[in-house]
Every structure is written in structure tokens, then in C-alpha cells.
């Protein structure tokens, strides 16, 4: 009989515990910082919603996040936004937030960086 150690499984789930919690404070950061309620980082699809008005994107761009492949150039975008409402480059923003967001979040939360309200279009 091949007996297998209990703790194998619950490693994993602790450590994806800790980066969701690390992940909701960056997020709740982030909304704070732009004026927005930072409880709104742990309410699925209206932590969207809040990010779009971060960005300075409308509201019903919510609709656009659900379609398949549509959803991945308009998260581009979204995220290209939000660096430049926090003043960062777009680099920062596709590959801070867009591509690694368990690193950009933070940096805009936790860091010095300010909110400085969506770019004029």
C-alpha cells in the first residue's frame, strides 16, 4: 500500500491562502489610494467594476470582461490605464499589472506611488 502524507495537500493550500489575502490588501490599497472603498477588492465583479473607474474606463466595460478573448485586450487596456492614473509607464502597466500583478499591485499599494486620476482622452 502506498500511504501518502496529509500535510502534501495542505501546503499548497495554505501558501495560495496567504497570496490571495497579500493580493486582496494590495487591491484594497490601490482603491483606497484612487478614492475609491477598498472593501470593494474582496466583492467579485464589482472589484472590476471599481478598477474600471480607476482607469477611467465606463462602467459597462464590465460586459466586455466577459467575452471570451475580447476580455484579454480589453484587461490590456484596462491595466495600461491604471499605470497611467498612478503615473507609472505603460511598460509598468503591461508588465507590472497586466502580466504580473501579484508584483505591480503591490508596488502601487504598498509603494509611494499617487493616484492622479485618469489621463484626459
Known amino acids: 500500500m502506498n500511504q501518502t ?4 495537500g495542505v501546503v499548497p493550500i495554505i501558501i495560495g ?3 490571495a489575502v497579500f493580493m486582496i490588501a494590495a487591491m484594497w490599497k490601490v482603491f483606497a489610494k484612487a ?8 466583492i467579485p ?17 464590465l460586459i466586455l470582461m ?7 485586450i480589453v484587461s ?3 491595466s ?7 503615473g ?17 499591485y503591490p508596488i502601487l499599494g504598498f509603494g509611494d506611488a499617487r493616484y492622479q486620476g485618469p489621463a484626459a482622452a
Open 5 to 8: 502524507d496529509a500535510s502534501v
Open 17 to 19: 491562502l496567504a497570496v
Open 35 to 42: 478614492g475609491q472603498p477598498g472593501w470593494a477588492a474582496i
Open 45 to 61: 465583479i464589482y472589484n472590476i467594476y471599481v478598477l474600471l473607474k480607476v482607469a477611467g474606463r465606463p462602467g459597462w466595460w
Open 66 to 72: 466577459i467575452i471570451p478573448l475580447v476580455n484579454l
Open 76 to 78: 490590456i487596456i484596462v
Open 80 to 86: 495600461l490605464d491604471v499605470a497611467k492614473s498612478f
Open 88 to 104: 507609472k509607464s505603460g511598460a509598468f502597466g503591461f508588465f507590472g499589472l497586466w502580466l504580473f500583478g501579484i508584483i505591480g
